[in-house]
């Protein structure tokens, strides 16, 4: 009668279980590519009035982490949405932001991150409505497409 791993020994089973661990985290990794995608990171910046970059491309169901960083010395905000959602905010009605992902100020010289998953496919608009940014053309476009 043989020992166990086939005549190997203790060092055929150790070479056996690390080949089994080795395709089992292979398997892992593989399936966990093909699960989709993960958060992806986006970053706009603020800078003499204007955000860059100004045109963001995103796909519907994916996370993304924003990081807006304001590298002026005054402040600004973000606001992402439909036209209906602008059309609120240019009143002013609202002095500060940042209970809703989508709505953030951006103190001067400062960064804050906000993570959204947009679900509907569309092209949106980002805008600071402080007082005359948005008519400097504080302004970009967010297309959401198909996942």
């Known amino acids: 009668m ?5 005549g190997r020994g203790v060092r055929g089973i150790i070479a056996t279980t690390a080949l089994c661990l080795i395709l089992t985290l292979a398997l ?3 399936a966990a590519g093909c699960g989709g995608e993960g958060t992806r990171t986006v970053e706009i ?3 003499y009035s204007r955000f860059q970059p100004d045109r963001v491309t ?3 169901g994916q996370p993304i982490s924003f990081t807006l960083r304001n590298d002026d ?3 600004h905000e973000w606001i992402v949405g439909d036209e209906a959602l602008h059309a609120h905010h240019r009143d002013g009605t609202e002095p500060s932001h940042g209970d809703r992902p989508t709505e953030q ?5 400062g960064e804050v991150q906000t993570t959204i ?9 980002f805008v600071c409505h402080l007082p005359l940014h948005e ?6 476009t967010l297309v959401v497409t198909e996942g």
Do not use: C, N, W
């Open 58 to 60: 995103v796909r519907a």
């Open 45 to 47: 910046v603020a800078r």
């Open 73 to 75: 010395p005054i402040d």
């Open 117 to 125: 998953t947009f679900e509907t496919p569309g092209t949106y608009q």
């Open 135 to 140: 008519d400097h053309g504080m302004k970009g």
């Open 105 to 109: 100020s951006l103190p001067a010289l």
């Open 28 to 30: 892992v990794l593989l």
């Open 2 to 6: 043989s020992p166990a791993g086939g």
